[in-house]
Each structure stands twice: as C-alpha cells, then as structure tokens.
C-alpha cells in the first residue's frame, strides 16, 4: 500500500484530530514544556519566531498564576448558588511549537506565504497556541481587518465564515495587574476545507478599540454590537455600534468583571436585586 501524497487538505484530514497542546503533545510532552511549557511571567515575550517566521508574542496572553476559587468574587457570605466551593487551578497555554501538528502546519504556511505576498509583516501574528485539538492565532490590533480579509480571500485559505465574535474579560479578580485583560476573539470557518480556528486580539480597558470586519464578514455586526454592549469593545468603522441586549442608556458594560453583580435597580420593576454577599442563606 502506497503512503497518500499531497497536503492534508487533499487527503481530508478531519478537524479535530489530535494534535500537540500544552497538555499533551505526544513522546515531546517534557521536551516541549522544557522548551516553553513554563508560565511566562507577564509581558515577557512567550514564543521564539517559528520555521514559517511568525513573529514571537509580547505577553498578551494572560500567565496562569493563581488558583480560581468560588465565583463572582464572594467570599464569606450567605450566597446559596453553589458555586463558592470551586477550587479551579491557574491554566493558560503555553505557545505552541512546530510542529504542529496535523494541517496546522500546512495552515501556518499558507498564511506565511499569503503575508507576504501583500507585504504584511508577519509580525502581525503575535502568537500560534494549539491546546485541546484548537489553533490559536494572537494578531496585532491594527492588523485585524487585513488578516480577516487574507483569511477569507486567500485560495489556500478560505475561511469564508465568522461564526462568532466574543469578548473575554481576564482581570485578576484579586486585583493583581494582568497586561491587557481585554480579549477579543473570532472564531472562523472554512467551508472548503473543513476547518475551524480562532483569532484573538488583546487589549487594554484604557483603549478597548479594534477595527471592525463586519465589512469583511457581515455575520459580525450584530456579534460586534453584543461584545461592545456586554465588554465595552469599540468596533471602529461598525456601521451602527449601538447596544442590543441592554437599553441604549444603561451604563457600563455587564460582563466586565468590574462591573456589580447586584444592587442595580431592575427596569421597570422597581426592585433591586441586593449582591450575592447580602443575599439569604437557607441553612
């Protein structure tokens, strides 16, 4: 039997298959976290340029050093959710390195080439991380509106769908500072290849604003709305960056860890719903 030639997207390798991450990448696991396995401490560069030149990453992404317990930031208090016994260990994912792994590799160079043949630096990729069988592409702000479009339009590429934009908010809850804890991130979809990744964009709260590309992919508007209602991203160039879930004169931004979790007045009701630390214990 002859070994298949030719890329993994002409042998329709399957989306999802197992690949290297920060949690297990094969006989390389403890050469791997040798290499760069150990949580970066923040804003130190986290990755060295790979084969394809990729560029490394300035220490957007946040370094898990502190044990999550409960939820909402309450402690002590009469709160019946449940949730105040969580005990859930700092994780974040190393960066990735070739190879890695399955049409990732493929993927990695497609864009390379696809860079440079616009003249983009490939700088504008901050980072590659692969973790649970998912590939990650950190980018440079300024830079989003031209790698969606790459992303889409390029023939080796084509990821013609944006099935999503969300927000992430990675503030310590403990207060500690955390380098850029605004996250944006796009999740898109090829339908040629059959093929799944995401981008992510970090941020600062002081300057939360990222080019919109809804004119690349119109699926974006009204998920670009609900991220700027929800984390207060500002979309420039959005044709009509207004709120959807919350009125149009509600302030701040609910899913902002700053932002309260009780005693807001509910609309139209006239009640107030009090914070979980004031709320009655049943036991």
Request: hydrophobic share 35%.
């Amino acid at each position: 039997m002859t070994e298949p030639t030719g890329t993994s997207k002409d042998r329709e390798e399957r989306t999802g298959g197992e690949q290297s991450s920060a949690e297990a990448s094969g006989g390389a696991t403890a050469e791997q976290r040798a290499r760069g396995g150990e949580r970066p401490e923040a804003g130190e560069v986290e990755q060295a340029s790979d084969e394809a030149g990729l560029a490394p990453e300035g220490g957007t992404r946040p370094a898990a050093t502190r044990e999550r317990s409960g939820m909402f930031g309450v402690r002590g208090s009469g709160d019946t959710s449940g949730f105040g016994g969580l005990r859930l260990p700092g994780y974040a994912p190393a960066p990735a390195e070739r190879p890695y792994g399955g049409w990732f590799d493929d993927l990695a160079d497609d864009l390379a080439e696809a860079l440079d043949e616009r003249g983009i630096p490939r700088a504008a990729i901050e980072q590659i991380t692969v973790d649970r069988g998912e590939i990650t592409f950190y980018v440079a702000r300024e830079r989003v509106l031209e790698l969606a479009r790459i992303f889409r339009d390029d023939p080796n590429l084509r990821f013609e769908l944006c099935s999503s934009v969300s927000g992430v908010d990675y503030s310590a809850p403990d207060g500690a500072s955390v380098v850029k804890p605004m996250h944006v991130v796009y999740h898109l979809l090829s339908m040629t290849y059959r093929r799944r990744i995401r981008l992510e964009v970090a941020l600062d709260f002081a300057d939360p604003h990222v080019p919109s590309v809804v004119e690349v992919y119109p699926t974006a508007d009204w998920h670009e709305r609900e991220t700027w209602d929800m984390f207060g991203v500002v979309f420039d160039g959005h044709p009509a960056l207004t709120r959807i879930l919350m009125p149009d004169d509600w302030e701040g931004h609910p899913q902002r860890k700053s932002y309260p979790l009780g005693g807001i007045p509910v609309e139209y009701k006239g009640a107030e719903i009090p914070p979980p630390d004031q709320r009655r214990a049943y036991s």
